[in-house]
Every structure is written in structure tokens, then in C-alpha cells.
């Protein structure tokens, strides 16, 4: 899922707005017992690849964009919504097209400009997976099982699919 943030706004582009947003997606993941795939904050949107429990999709989305939303206002001394329409998400139901997805969100940066490698940006899953950063937002172990084998083999594949997807002409398109 993702959406985008209106009003000519990047609340992401500041480090205490990212921090607030990841530390919130936290207490739903653990509030609703979301398993976290992906996740990317860019300067103006956000994407996140989950897989839901028995909570529905759009009450946990519906605390996160409220619950932000308010807080960011309050902040800023703004009103309305600070998100340019409803977040937008599609099922995924095939392994091939997970994987696919992991990499168009970890590599949204680099497809961007704003890094020439999804190590050296700070607001994502990557990091977590190739150990350059604490355990984080993702199950890293889930995301481990979609590429078999041992940890080190599964981050070798990961980084294998990052390569060969860096260079795909979807991965600066929109989300299909």
C-alpha cells in the first residue's frame, strides 16, 4: 500500500516527521499484528508492504494515516488532511510478484535520485535486511523465508534481485 501526502507538503524530508511515522507504524504492526515485508518513506509519500491478521486492512491504515494526521497538524498549526486522498493498496498473491514488489519499494530511492545505492538511505527496510541497521519495522525472518535457504544465503538472493530489478524500466513507474 502507499499514499502520497497533498498540499505541497514533505513531511518526511525532516527527520523528527520520519521518526514519528516509523515509530507509528510500529505500535499498529504490534496493536494489529501486521507482518511488515517493505516499508519506504520518501519526502512526500510512503509505501508498505504487509501482510494483515485477523484485523482488516483498512482499520489499521485508518489509525495510522488519523493518528499521524492529527499529530502532524497539531505540530504544524494546520488543518485538513494532510493526505492527498485515501491510502491506495492491491493484494498480492503470487511469491514472484512479492519479490518484485520488495524491490520497487527498496529501490523507490535510488529510482528517485536521492541515493545511488538503497544502503545509504536511511528510511527503509533494506537496511534491516542486509544488517546495516538494527531490527527495525520488518520481519525480517518472513521476508528471509521468501528466498529460502540460510540468512546469508537469503540476503545474497535479495541482493541478487536488487540487481537485476535496478535496472527494469517499470521501477520508476507507478505501482501495478
Given at each position: ?83 492527498q486522498s ?43 535486511l542486509v ?46
Amino acid at each position: 500500500m502507499y499514499n502520497r501526502v497533498g498540499r505541497g507538503e514533505a513531511p518526511f524530508k525532516l527527520d523528527d516527521e520520519a521518526d514519528r511515522f516509523v515509530s507509528l507504524i510500529g505500535d499498529v504492526k504490534r496493536r494489529d499484528g501486521l507482518t511488515v515485508f517493505a516499508w519506504c518513506l520518501m519526502p512526500n509519500h510512503y509505501h508498505l508492504a504487509v501482510r494483515t491478521s485477523t484485523v482488516p486492512l483498512w482499520r489499521s491504515m485508518r489509525f495510522l494515516q488519523h493518528r499521524y494526521a492529527q499529530a502532524f497538524n497539531r505540530r504544524c498549526k494546520v488543518f485538513g488532511p494532510p493526505w492527498q486522498s485515501r491510502y491506495k493498496a492491491r493484494p498480492v498473491t503470487e511469491q514472484a510478484s512479492l519479490l518484485r514488489l520488495l524491490a520497487y519499494i527498496h529501490l523507490n530511492p535510488v529510482a528517485a535520485w536521492i541515493v545511488d545505492d538503497p544502503e545509504r538511505y536511511r528510511w527503509s527496510g533494506h537496511r534491516e535486511l542486509v544488517r546495516r541497521a538494527p531490527a527495525g519495522l520488518l520481519d525480517v525472518d518472513e521476508v528471509f523465508s521468501l528466498f529460502g535457504g540460510t540468512c546469508r544465503q537469503a540476503v545474497r538472493a535479495y541482493l541478487g534481485l536488487l540487481r537485476q530489478e535496478r535496472g527494469a524500466s517499470w521501477l520508476g513507474a507507478a505501482v501495478e
